[in-house]
């Protein structure tokens, strides 16, 4: 699947595919650390494990 926007995803599964093929495709330019950081004042950190997890990242 290819995603244009976020605001075409149908469902909550399609959204998150989106999600995890961006990382996947970007995974070269992310800051890990950047992200857990957020992750965790956001309190995301389990859904943002399981998404590096998901795409075999970090």
């Known amino acids: 699947m290819r995603c ?3 605001t075409h995803c149908r469902d909550v599964d399609e959204t998150v595919e989106c999600i995890l093929g961006v990382l996947k ?3 070269k330019i992310w800051d890990f ?3 857990r950081l957020w992750s965790n004042y956001l ?3 389990p859904e943002l ?10």
């Not at 494990?49 to 970090?58: C, G, H, P, S």
Request: aromatic fraction near 10%; charge should be neutral.
């Open 43 to 45: 309190k995301l950190t």
């Open 25 to 27: 495709a970007r995974r």
């Open 33 to 35: 650390d950047y992200l």
């Open 49 to 58: 494990e399981k998404a590096f997890d998901e795409t075999n990242l970090a």
């Open 4 to 6: 244009i926007s976020l």
